[in-house]
């Protein structure tokens, strides 16, 4: 298995830049085609207004979408142009109201190998990049690579890769989608905190799950450490940083998202933070 074709969703003319140079790179190593989506975001709130003042809002919003696609349409061109002729991309623009971005993204998504986009939290983040994230995972049924704010050097993304496994079936389907990666991969490190004392794995830990990569080429190795944080997604983070590691592969959304969104969890705490491209699968 390749991925022959890569989406990016951009809704950012800021961000766009990196995030399709980074998918960008990915299509031209994988030898695939990369789809990029201009998404403008028509943000009209039309609840309770004064008579006449509704045709007014919704064409303000429309026209700060449309002018929202144009810019961001314009840094993938210059994007696209910078990535050099090698690049087999396409592109189109779209304008949704947040009530309606599923069904957009799932449209797109469904058919794609892998989503390459933008971290969804963070300074001046829009709230469509969470709706965006969730809607290719869960209605699209993607992988997605989620891409940290600073800048880094798509050509290394995927040499040095950490595994967050608890044994849960998100954790395995994230494992399955991003075999690309772990095949290529320098270094691959099975993590593994607190395993339970009574689970399936207490004999061996990560040991069936690493046999089974190993069969695959993958150059694979268990670490088990110790809860010494508070939040299991900071003990990744501290991990990710003692290894160099470039890319964290874990299953997303354990709980449901609504508890995730309101008590927090591994995903939603793992994506404000992370410092590497962090590949998520439900």
Partial sequence: MAYKSILTICADPVRAPQTFATAASL??????????????????????????????VMQAAQENATADVKAVEAAIRKAADAAGPSLRWSSEGA???????????????????LVVLTKPYGENHGDEEEAIVESAMFE???????????????TNIG??????????????????????FLKKADHVWITIIDPPQHGPERSDPGGALCQMLVRHGVKAEVSVLAR???????????????????????????HSRFREAILGGATRNMLETASVPVFMAH
């Fill in 95 to 113: 304008i949704a109201m947040i009530g309606g971005l599923a069904d957009l993204i799932a449209l797109r998504s469904r058919f794609a190998d």
């Fill in 159 to 180: 040499k040095r890769v950490i595994i967050a496994w608890n044994q849960s079936r998100e954790a395995m389907n994230a494992i399955r989608r991003a075999l690309p």
């Fill in 228 to 254: 010494t944080m508070p939040r299991i997604s900071d003990v990744l983070a501290r991990h990710c940083s003692d290894v160099n590691a470039d890319m964290l592969v874990m299953g997303a959304y354990g």
């Fill in 140 to 154: 699209g049924q993607s992988p997605v690579l989620i891409l940290p704010d600073a800048a880094l050097d798509a």
């Fill in 27 to 56: 299509a031209i190593a994988e030898d695939g085609h990369l789809e990029a989506l201009a998404l403008g975001v028509d943000r009209a709130q039309l609840g309770y207004s004064y008579i006449g003042a509704s045709a007014i």
